[in-house]
């Protein structure tokens, strides 16, 4: 290794070091983090670049710790987090929106409480990937994913089982009251 620039406490900025390859030429690679590894290196410490695809996925220093770099193909917790809650979320209100106007056909009112899951469920996903973003552009912990999106999905819950009670029992496909004519009135 040539150099190294942790940039520590600069935003947008991502760790760097130089590599130097056994013939001279220098490339560059950046990490998401510092540890284990980056942290570590010192000018011209020998490090092993674990080459994948023509990038450098993995460094190794000489007491066998390994960090991945950028580049590495291996998705990272929050990103698996953030995808398993939208997609289970919203994958489960789409199944249930979608099978309940299958079984209850013929009744205008429980296809419209499966529309109010199936909208609700869309929130509940939206939310999860906002919620990821959030995370990931404020460099926030991995557990911030589950205690903001927690809150916020079982607000949005609550919500999709008041409208769905509420289409169930005929509330919003009712239209406007019924304007009742004046009576006239006898002496």
Do not use: C
Not at 58 to 66: L, N, P
Not at 95 to 111: M, T, Y
Not at 135 to 141: E, F, L, M, R, S
Request: glycine share 12%; aromatic share 6%; hydrophobic share 45%.
């Amino acid at each position: 290794m040539r150099s190294a620039a942790m940039n520590r406490g600069e935003r947008g900025e991502s760790p760097e070091a130089e590599l130097v390859l056994p013939s001279g030429k220098p490339w560059e690679v950046t990490f998401l983090r510092t540890e284990p590894v980056m942290s570590e290196m010192e000018p011209d410490e020998r490090v092993v670049g674990v080459i994948w695809h023509g990038q450098v996925v993995e460094v190794r220093d000489a007491e066998g710790r390994r960090q991945q770099t950028s580049d590495g193909p291996v998705g990272w917790p929050e990103d698996r987090l953030g995808g398993a809650l939208a997609g289970v979320s919203f994958g489960l209100a789409a199944l249930v929106g979608g099978v309940w106007p299958l079984l209850a056909r013929g009744e205008p009112r429980h296809v419209a409480a499966a529309k109010m899951v199936r909208w609700h469920g869309i929130g509940l996903g939206g939310t999860a990937i906002l919620t990821l973003w959030a995370q990931t552009a404020n460099d926030w912990p991995l557990w911030a994913i589950p205690a903001i999106w927690g809150p916020l999905a079982l607000l949005i819950l609550a919500s999709m089982t008041g409208f769905a009670l509420g289409a169930l029992r005929g509330e919003p496909d009712d239209g406007p009251p019924a304007r009742r004519e004046p009576q006239p009135q006898v002496p």
